[in-house]
């Protein structure tokens, strides 16, 4: 029986994480979010009620259950504050229930800073960023100089590494993007209105997990982004700056990979992205548009619109390997109701030649010609459905051959925002 599941998203993010890794909750003790930041938006639809999380795991609507943030994740205390303050004000305890581990990196008003004024000077060439300043944040991470969560106990330690950050940031804001520099008090004052209230919620997230394993507890592991999005195995550059693969949760909370049991790849029924980068099956036409329209297509950070297009079953073989996806939670079936057709691309010609894989690179992603199979799509209504056999046939042979194609079983199905509206197939904890 798993006792440990890993919840990522196979394609360009927003597939659905965040309502998945709520309805598993009631299973576990704790839940871990262990890469990405505040660019993350999951949507949680309780009795008609909605919940948007950014960088708190989305366990916390859960009473019983302790909530961690651990190493891989970059934290905006000024992110975590207005999220924690708009969730205590709807009733939900946060505080007390939140651990954050010391490694984590900030994200500070620099970070943003650049990362906006890259963009605006990339013109039509920006990747469409969040704008959260993740990427120099990440940056200096690698770089080995990010102020961190531990640095929060010494504030005089912390005075010369920032000063030493601002300077390097500072040239670059002024010198390359003509921005005015950020004063070195204006953000010391900032973090240190932040120290007293983080220091208590700082944890050893790593030996935690630990513990409550060797205890027998249950524990989830919340992925952000999606794998095509990952800075290694995504559409580079037209990618997030971490890893959002099932392999990053060891490292990104701090555990051992024998303590990942499962991996539950959450995929959309069709496809979406955000932002700029090649995407083979993206549709300019009414059917795009429907999808859009349909499935409320429009990201829950940022509220730009998503870009739609048919389900690609080429680059979830890419995914279903890199991750190891033991099974599948398909998403949003019902915004695919009342298509007559429906297309799966089961490959792509690339160069004159015939592939079954999305290729690495954007360069090559975006030479893709897809090769489309066509299927009949059902006029009847999916939406709330919870039992599979209730579904239209012509859906289920469409779910059928999304995991005949990908190889991967479908272990559930959602068929709307709310958690009440999953199938379950193959329960994930259940044997
Ligand atoms: P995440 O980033 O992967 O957690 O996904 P988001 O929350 O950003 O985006 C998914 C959107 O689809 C949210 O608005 C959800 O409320 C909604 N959603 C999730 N599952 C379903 C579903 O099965 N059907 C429909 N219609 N909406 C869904
Ligand atoms: P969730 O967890 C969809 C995209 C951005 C941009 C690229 C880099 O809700 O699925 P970044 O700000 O990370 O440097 O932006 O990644 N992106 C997402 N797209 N869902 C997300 O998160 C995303 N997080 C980042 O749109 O293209
Ligand atoms: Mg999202």
């Known amino acids: ?65 302790h909530c961690y943030i651990g190493s891989g994740v970059v934290v905006s205390p000024a992110a975590l504050f207005t999220e924690i303050g708009e969730l205590e004000s709807a009733g939900v305890d946060v505080a007390a229930r939140l651990t954050i581990a010391p490694t984590c990196p900030l994200i500070l008003p620099y970070h943003i800073a650049l990362d906006q004024a890259r963009e605006a000077a990339k013109g039509d060439q920006k990747i469409g960023t969040t704008g959260r300043g993740i990427g120099p944040a990440y940056e200096d991470k690698v ?16 005075a010369d590494k920032l000063k030493a950050v601002l300077d390097i940031y500072n040239v670059q804001l002024q010198h390359l993007y003509g921005q005015a520099p950020i004063a070195f008090e204006t953000v010391y004052a900032e973090i240190a209105g932040y120290a007293e209230r983080l220091r208590p919620m700082i944890g050893d997230v790593s030996n935690t997990l630990y513990r409550l394993h060797q205890a027998g507890k ?36 701090g555990v051992a990979p024998q303590m990942l049991d499962y991996v539950l790849g959450i995929v959309k029924a069709y496809t979406t992205r955000v932002g700029s980068g090649p995407f083979p099956t993206e549709l300019f036409d009414e059917i795009g548009a429907g999808l859009a329209q ?42 695919m109701d009342g ?23 954007s360069e090559a992603v975006a030479a893709c010609k897809p090769i489309y199979e066509t299927m009949p799509g059902w ?20 779910l059928e051959r999304l995991s005949e194609l990908t190889g991967a079983p479908i272990a559930m199905v959602s068929t709307g925002p709310d958690r009440a509206e999953t199938i379950v197939l193959e329960h994930p904890f259940h044997d």
């Open 339 to 361: 298509l007559e057709e429906v297309k799966i691309c089961t490959g792509y010609h690339l160069h004159g030649e015939k592939i079954d894989i999305l290729p690495f690179g």
């Open 143 to 158: 770089a080995r100089r990010a102020i961190r969560m531990i640095d929060l106990l010494d504030l005089d330690a912390l």
């Open 294 to 335: 349909r499935g409320n297509e429009f990201g829950s950070v940022t509220g730009r619109a998503r870009r739609c297009g048919w389900f690609d079953a080429a680059a979830l073989k890419r995914s279903i390997q890199i991750n190891g996806v033991s099974g599948m939670c398909i998403t949003k079936l019902d915004v």
């Open 218 to 253: 249950h524990i989830l592991f919340e992925g952000a982004q999606g794998t095509l999005l990952d800075i290694d195995c995504g559409t580079y550059p037209f990618v997030t700056s971490s890893n959002c693969v099932a392999g990053a949760a060891a490292a990104g909370a």
């Open 1 to 65: 029986m798993a006792k440990n599941i890993v919840v990522i998203g196979t394609q360009w993010g927003d597939e659905g994480k965040g309502k998945i890794v709520d309805w598993l909750t009631e299973n576990v003790a704790a839940v871990v979010r262990f890469q990405g930041g505040h660019n993350a938006g999951h949507t949680l639809v309780v009795d008609g009620k909605k919940t948007v999380l950014r960088l708190i795991p989305s366990g916390i609507l859960h009473e019983s259950v």
């Open 379 to 398: 006029t009847e209504s999916t939406v709330g459905v919870t039992e599979y056999d209730k579904l239209p046939e012509n859906a289920r042979r469409y």
